[in-house]
């Protein structure tokens, strides 16, 4: 009866932290793989974000800001970050399909910028979401169905026809011997007016060479 009531106890003022928590803004401390540790208060709060957040997020030392989804499971609290609000309601939106947990929707997240995720699922394209690790076809296919009438994303046939040449940019280019990350990093510094197979490899080839 004790355990119980202590359990009922603590997890209701974790629902309730789950509910409070919306921003964290702190120093930059540490950072991992997939996480940093933002101190503020004096706590060290570790926070998941995905793969273009980790590349994006300045030296340590730095303040920043995170959009926050506190991710309650039996015997963990995980807190997710994010640097927008429209990237946090297509996380929580993700993780609101069936199969798809916290992890899987960090992962779509990180395959390209916000506009694009929205456009491909608006355009029902599922074979796009596949790029993600840990995204199979059955769980594209069902993020598509219960999320197309959902989501909004100007232009998504054009943006879609973009990310369709840049991941054949991609293929091409780790065809040729570089590594995939150092393609799509390549590849994020080509300007968006650019456009077409051709042009967009010329300049990607123009990035590469001034390394």
């Not at 015997?75 to 916290?102: C, H, M, R, T």
């Not at 994020?188 to 051709?198: F, I, N, S």
């Amino acid at each position: 009866m004790i355990y119980k009531f202590v359990y009922n106890f603590l997890y209701s003022h974790i629902i309730l932290w789950k509910e409070m928590i919306y921003t964290i803004e702190g120093k930059l401390t540490h950072r991992g793989e997939n996480f940093v540790v933002l101190e503020t208060g004096g706590l060290g709060m570790r926070i998941f974000t995905h793969a273009r957040s980790m590349h994006a997020i300045p030296a340590s030392g730095s303040v920043i800001k995170f959009f926050c989804h506190l991710h309650v499971r039996e015997n963990a609290l995980e807190l997710y970050g994010f640097a927008s609000q429209k990237e946090l309601d297509l996380f929580e939106s993700l993780i609101s399909v069936s199969g798809v947990g916290p992890k899987s929707a960090i992962a779509i997240l990180g395959i390209d910028k916000l506009e694009n995720i929205l456009a491909a699922i608006k355009e029902n394209r599922p074979d796009l979401l596949r790029r993600a690790s840990g995204i199979g076809g059955k769980t594209a296919d069902r993020i598509v169905l219960e999320l197309k009438n959902k989501v909004t994303s100007e232009k998504s046939e054009s943006v879609v026809g973009k990310m369709e040449t840049d991941s054949d940019l991609v293929e091409t280019l780790v065809g040729l011997g570089y590594r995939r990350e150092q393609a799509k990093a390549a590849l994020a510094k080509v300007d968006e007016k650019v456009v077409g197979l051709e042009g967009r490899l010329k300049a990607v080839f123009k990035v590469l060479g001034k390394k």
